[in-house]
């Protein structure tokens, strides 16, 4: 009963009022920063997009290129049967990973001719010439 007396003592309310006080205030002004880094630090703003655009990439070469190489069994038949040659009169089942390595290139060869023609593709070249000299 004592414990239980002295948690609600009116003494303690003002102290504990500003503790939660001071807690929310916290949280509050560590929310409305979060919110606001891209916009009030433009460094920042830049790295995450690139971290962004990492991150997507990575997946769609994943799904595009990774993956497919490895789940394709039709396909990668097919690559091994149009590249007999070049794998010495072995099965595919022998030379797996090699096949599957040479089949995700011919796949990332594809996907990129694929993306040239459909997308122009141009270099600032103003700032590559400042990331050269930067290094």
Avoid at 25 to 34: C, D, G
Avoid at 109 to 116: P, S, T
Wanted: net charge negative; proline share 2%; hydrophobic share 35%.
């Amino acid at each position: 009963l004592d414990a239980h007396q002295r948690d609600h003592d009116p003494a303690s309310i003002p102290g504990l009022l500003y503790k939660y006080l001071d807690q929310m205030v916290t949280e509050e002004i560590l929310a409305y920063e979060k919110k606001n880094l891209e916009s009030k630090y433009p460094e920042f703003r830049k790295v995450m997009q690139e971290y962004h655009d990492g991150i997507l990439l990575f997946e769609i070469t994943n799904q595009e290129v990774w993956s497919k190489a490895t789940t394709d069994s039709t396909g990668l038949e097919l690559f091994f049967e149009n590249h007999k040659e070049k794998y010495d009169a072995e099965g595919v089942t022998e030379i797996r990973g090699k096949v599957i390595a040479d089949y995700q290139q011919y796949l990332e060869e594809k996907w990129l001719n694929q993306l040239r023609e459909e997308y122009e593709v141009w270099i600032n070249e103003d700032l590559l010439e400042s990331i050269k000299a930067a290094e």
